[in-house]
């Protein structure tokens, strides 16, 4: 099985398959590298796509010390599978905790970065809710270390933005608390702590956001509340950036709603590849409905 090597000796597990340019996928907290197999079948036809395990995910190494997890980690993390596989630049598709390692890398790295998919991205970002996030992070920490995975797998499983996709699709979603109910409970509860508990506000990147260079599509579920208000920051914030809702959709996008998810992606991927995914318009700024000079 191929390994990367991070700079902390830290070893990630990933695959590799297709020819082309390359994606890279990153994969949300209650998944794996397994997450991304509907897109992988997709776009492996005509792209190279590695995926990976983060850091505290099986077959990945589980370092047990608390400072081996934060979101700078994270991203340089996606540079070390980067640097194994041989790739110069990629394209970077990420769901939520992936989501948020897509935005950081795309800024950290913009000359790496292709274009980045960042979708369900935005839990605990907005200034009211930070401190609650992080408290109901510290939660979910201990529940892993005293339930253990498999059973708090089955609440967590079936949160507020996870329930679209059990009506949607009950095999799928048994299959996805499946792979929660395998995490490494040490892992989970440490990435829980240092990644997702501890990563900044959004809120307080909006320079960085609006001198971000890579071209970004934000996608989101209409209702993932979660992420929604963050989303349109974001997209008012940064130069090249679109945002698509799905209907009837929670948190995990890519596997409710695999065909429509894959479009969109397939849309963004073409139009940028064709230099047609510009800034946005500036007569589009304007507080006028219609243009009209009052």
Known sequence: MPYAVTDDDVRLYYEETGSGDTIVFLHEFAGDHRSWEPQVRHFSRTYRCLVF???????????????????????????????????????????????????????????????????????GAHPDKEEGFRAESERIAVAFEEEGSAAMSR???????????????????????????????????????????????????????????????????????????????????????????????????????PELFNRLAERFLTAVEHGKWRERDPRSLSTSTTGAST
């Open 53 to 123: 395990s983060a850091r505290g995910f099986p077959p990945s190494d589980v370092p047990a010390g608390q400072d081996s997890y934060s979101q700078s980690r994270a991203v340089s993390d996606v540079a070390a599978v980067l640097d194994a596989a041989g790739a110069d630049r990629a394209f970077l598709v990420g769901n939520s905790m992936g989501g948020f390692g897509a935005l950081h890398f795309a800024l950290r790295h913009p000359d790496r970065t292709l274009g980045a998919i960042v979708a369900g991205c935005g839990y």
């Open 155 to 257: 609440w967590y499983g079936t949160g507020p933005a996870r329930v679209q996709y059990e009506a949607k699709d009950p095999r799928g979603h048994a299959e996805h608390v499946h792979v929660l109910g395998e995490h490494d409970p040490l892992g989970a509860a440490l990435t829980m702590r240092g990644v997702q508990k501890q990563r900044p506000s959004l809120y307080a990147m909006r320079d960085e956001l609006a001198a971000c260079e890579p071209p970004v599509l934000l996608v989101a579920g209409d209702e993932d509340d979660g992420v929604l208000e963050t989303d349109l920051m974001l997209k008012r914030t940064i130069p090249r950036c679109g945002l698509a809702v799905l209907p009837r959709s929670g948190h995990v996008t890519n596997l409710e709603e």
